[in-house]
Nanobody, 123 residues
């Protein structure tokens, strides 16, 4: 099993910044892609940004130029730096990690979700 612990959400005014972090622990052989998703009230959960094990990043059009995703493979963490926040960035943010488990675990590979952290941007 793998546990994901998220931190860093909160309330911020438009134009402000927040930094989200997600730390993975457990039966990990390898962390593959890591990403952040956002779910606004009444809407589906959509990808905000993700990063491959090689460091290739991908961003939703709505956050390009404002958000930066990064990872620390030695610490099994992924971070989302959110700048120039807008009210439409409001929502619950979830970390998602594609994990290859340590030998002996089944399934050998699966993805996990964090518990979610709330980001609220006031106008």
């Amino acid at each position: 099993q793998v546990q994901l612990v998220e931190s860093g959400g909160g309330l911020v005014q438009a134009g402000g910044s927040l930094r989200l972090s997600c730390s993975a622990s457990g039966s990990i052989s390898r962390l593959n892609s890591m990403g952040w998703y956002r779910q606004a009230p009444g809407k589906q959960r959509d990808v905000v940004a993700d990063i491959t094990s090689a460091g290739t990043t991908n961003y939703a059009d709505s956050v390009k130029g404002r958000f930066i995703i990064s990872r620390d493979n030695a610490k099994n963490t992924v971070t989302l730096q959110m700048n120039s926040l807008k009210p439409e960035d409001t929502g619950a943010y979830y970390c998602n990690v594609d994990v290859t488990h340590s030998p002996g675990y089944y399934p050998r590979r699966r993805d996990y979700w964090g518990q979610g952290t709330q980001v609220t941007v006031s106008s």
